[in-house]
């Protein structure tokens, strides 16, 4: 997010609710699979990157 100047609310798009995007941050929630589909949509961040991220 830092490199790419995004903010919270930039977020929304990809991971949902500003609240989901705290507990996503926050290691709450795991990311999703639809969540990870729009991130790599969207970002253009590789698949096995996010999913390496997912199962923590």
């Known amino acids: 997010m830092e490199q790419e100047g995004l903010t919270n609310e930039d ?3 990809y991971l949902g609710s500003k609240s ?3 507990e996503v941050f926050s290691h ?3 990311l999703s ?3 990870i ?3 790599v949509a969207g970002l253009h961040i590789p698949a096995d990157v996010l999913i390496g991220a997912a199962a923590f």
Do not use: E, P
Request: aromatic share 0%; charged share 35%.
């Open 11 to 13: 977020m929304v798009q």
């Open 20 to 22: 989901r995007i705290s």
């Open 28 to 30: 709450k929630r795991n």
């Open 33 to 35: 699979l639809s969540m």
């Open 37 to 39: 589909r729009k991130l």
